[in-house]
């Protein structure tokens, strides 16, 4: 099993970036998926999950970022707009291997992408 994410880059405060997270070697279809981050000399924090019942978000985003999933694709999305330099991270996406609501904390996820550096300048 593997996630893959991948659209992190170099935006200027005000702007847009959209994450994707593919899975492959199994289907996540309705299992929860999320998305964290790390910011240097910080610990990994949650900003989004999705299961059956829609996304949930971070207080620090919530109204900013979306998340969504394309089952079909097995893959994962989180739209970042109006980004702040705080944003500035390295994103990470997860999958839980079983479960249906969704988690905050990092052990309830079983799968992780290798991360996508997501930089704001101000």
């Known amino acids: 099993v593997q996630l893959q994410a991948s659209g992190g880059g170099l935006v200027s405060a005000g702007g847009s970036l959209r994450l994707s997270c593919a899975a492959s070697?199994?289907?996540?279809?309705?299992?929860?998926m999320a998305w964290f981050r790390q910011a240097p000399g910080k610990e990994r924090e949650f900003v989004a999950a999705i299961t059956r019942s829609g996304g949930n978000y971070a207080d620090s985003v919530k109204g900013r970022f979306s998340i969504s999933r394309d089952n079909d694709k097995n893959t994962m999305y989180l739209q970042m707009n109006s980004l702040k330099p705080e944003d500035t991270a390295v994103y990470y996406c997860?999958?839980?291997?079983?479960?249906?609501?969704?988690?905050?904390?990092?052990?309830?996820?079983?799968?992780w992408g290798q991360g996508t550096l997501v930089t704001v300048s101000s």
């Open positions: 070697g199994r289907s996540f279809s309705n299992k929860p």
């Open positions: 997860a999958a839980a291997g079983s479960g249906i609501i969704y988690y905050t904390r990092l052990e309830k996820y079983d799968y």
